[in-house]
């Protein structure tokens, strides 16, 4: 039987996004044809609170994209069980999913692989309140895209233009406009700044956060990069092959990492504070993730952990608190 879920215990009212054992697999065939299959999430158990942003940080390949997606119902979850504001959503089929799909929506990455390039701004933004049938007149959904454009910060006089025409900041901001046209409660922003120029990056985060505030919105902030991550997110979630390892406060993280990986995570980022630089146990993180096809048995991350024992390949390391919503899976946290 599942768990129950360490994170909502005492908190429902406030819980937004229950995840609860979450498994997505996808199947494969190799190069001889054998089928086996991709463990991009792998048993995964927390909650995103009501108007907070939680970053879920890895390295590349470590499954954040994949279970955001999973969450969204834009993946069949293999199994575990995914809640909206306390309703079971993982087994909706499309017509008791549709509201839903309009209160959690996506911010791609790439805003121009993500933008129809046939389609001009306003056609863009309108169609996502089409869908939804958000507009009762013409000139009401003229005037809620003009108001949309202006809020992310679009000059309205480019709303026939196509979205090869904008730079890449601005066709973000677009892809902003589209997510929060259906007035949802919650969005997954995937790597939103990461094929922004740096000097960009700031201005949209701005936005974003400008944005969360006004209409009260809940994000699920993902990143391989910890420094963004930190001044952006309320608490962080570290992801390693398929599985959150740590999760806590975001303050809290940098300060007082408890996971191995996380802790080798931090030490390739600068810490300006050198009081928190000096407490730091330094990990230098060796060669590369492993495949989460054959992933390593016991906890996931003993290939690389400098500090593995026997019991690490034998037993997977429940998540579990220590400290207060201080969440980490190792067998020796507070032992290291
Ligand atoms: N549709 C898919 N079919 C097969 N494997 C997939 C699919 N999507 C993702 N994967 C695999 O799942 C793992 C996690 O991928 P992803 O969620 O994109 O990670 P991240 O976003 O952290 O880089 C990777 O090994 C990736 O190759
Ligand atoms: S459980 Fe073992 S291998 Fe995994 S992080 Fe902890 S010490 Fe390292
Ligand atoms: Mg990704």
């Known amino acids: 039987m599942a768990k129950e879920n360490p994170n909502t215990a005492g908190n429902a009212s406030n819980t ?27 048993d995964v158990t927390f909650n995103i609170y009501k108007g907070e942003t939680l970053g879920l940080v890895g390295e590349s390949g470590s ?37 839903y799909r309009k209160k959690m929506q996506y911010i791609f990455q790439d805003p121009y692989a993500s933008l129809d390039p ?42 026939s233009r196509y979205p090869h025409e904008f730079s890449g900041g601005q066709r973000q901001r677009i892809g902003i406009a589209r997510a ?9 922003c995937d790597e939103p700044v990461s094929a922004l120029d740096v000097s960009i990056r700031a201005q949209i985060i701005n936005t974003l956060e400008e944005m969360q505030e006004r209409l009260n919105l809940t994000y699920l902030f993902i990143s391989h990069d910890l420094g963004v991550v930190r001044h952006t997110c309320d608490r ?6 398929g599985h959150i390892v740590e999760l806590v406060e975001s303050e809290e993280l940098y300060k007082n990492p408890l996971h191995p990986y996380t802790q080798a995570l931090l030490t390739a980022i600068p810490e300006p504070d050198p009081e928190i630089a000096k407490k730091r146990n330094r990990i230098i993180l060796k060669g590369e993730i ?23 390949a034998q037993q997977v390391p429940e998540f579990k608190e220590h400290g207060k919503g201080h969440y980490v899976a190792c067998h020796f946290t507070g032992k290291l």
């Not at 046939?118 to 309140?129: H, K, P, Q």
């Not at 962080?236 to 092959?241: E, K, R």
């Not at 991350?301 to 690490?312: G, L, N, Q, S, W």
């Open 16 to 42: 937004l996004i229950e995840v609860n054992n979450l498994k997505q697999y996808f199947h494969i065939r190799n190069q001889l044809g054998e089928k086996s299959y991709v463990k991009a999430v792998d």
């Open 63 to 99: 499954g954040k994209t994949t279970l955001g997606r999973s969450i969204l119902r834009i993946y069949e979850p293999t199994s575990g069980q995914i809640k909206f504001s306390g309703v079971d959503i993982t087994k909706f089929q499309r017509s008791k999913l549709l509201p």
């Open 118 to 159: 046939r389609m001009t701004v306003s056609d863009i933004v309108g169609e996502a309140l089409d869908i939804h049938k958000l507009t009762n007149s013409k000139k009401d959904r003229a005037d809620k895209i003009r108001n949309l454009l202006q809020l992310v910060g679009l000059n309205t006089e480019h709303s």
């Open 180 to 188: 929060i046209a259906v007035e949802p409660e919650f969005i997954v």
């Open 236 to 241: 962080v979630g570290v992801m390693y092959l």
């Open 290 to 312: 492993p495949s989460p096809v054959n992933p390593p048995s016991g906890c996931k991350f003993r290939t690389r952990c400098p500090y593995a024992k026997d019991i690490c």
